[in-house]
């Protein structure tokens, strides 16, 4: 997705779970005992077809959804960073995940299956609050980006992304830039070009 997270969703934002966990001690102590994973660069989170059982919230890191095409090609759908919560399906249904996550950087979750994200929620109602809004900025981002697919160019929305996410973008690679905005490298070092700008 390419929308100011930091600024519009504060429940996406590290620091304000962190506060939130901190405030209660029975919280502090069930977040600690969840499992946490540790995934490597290119290391896959989730494949293509597999059921979603489980919810993970990024502590540090970065990873892309993409879909894969019949005849291979990748996709960007979006990419998260810290504080995102990601998986795929909707709690407490298991689907198969239509895309799949990948490590772009060295990257560290926690993991709560759908029952003990539904458990979290009962017991604690300060996470229910914080999960709520970060779901609802996620619907929020599948609605602009769809309609940013329909409406604008390549252009247009190569320059929403670098103005609206400009540390997400220096992070990224400019060929997954290319892939997520639905264009190849050559047309994007063309507009790169148009627009005066350089890869360190």
């Not at 939130?20 to 290119?42: C, E, F, M, N, Y």
Request: proline share 6%; net charge positive.
């Amino acid at each position: 997705m390419v929308h100011s997270r930091p600024a519009d969703c504060v429940a996406c934002l590290p620091e304000a779970l962190a506060r939130v966990i901190a405030a209660d001690p029975a919280l502090t102590a069930h977040w600690q005992s969840l499992p946490q994973r540790r995934l490597k660069a290119g290391e896959t989170l989730l494949r293509i077809g597999e059921p979603t059982r489980h919810v993970w919230w990024i502590a540090g890191g970065l990873v892309r959804f993409y879909f894969l095409s019949p005849d291979g090609l990748e996709r960007n759908k979006s990419f998260h960073a810290e504080g995102a919560w990601v998986g795929s399906g909707m709690p407490p249904r298991s689907t198969p995940s239509p895309y799949a996550i990948e490590a772009l950087e060295a990257t560290e979750l926690r993991e709560l299956s759908y029952e003990s994200l539904q458990d979290v929620i009962a017991r604690f109602p300060a996470i229910e609050s914080v999960h709520a809004e970060a779901m609802g900025w996620t619907f929020a981002e599948q609605v602009a980006r769809e309609a940013e697919l329909l409406s604008e160019d390549a252009a247009s929305r190569y320059a929403r992304f670098l103005r609206e996410r400009p540390a997400l973008a220096v992070r990224l690679p400019l060929h997954h830039i290319a892939s997520h905005l639905g264009i190849t490298n050559v047309a994007l070092s063309r507009i790169r070009r148009r627009l005066g700008l350089t890869r360190a």
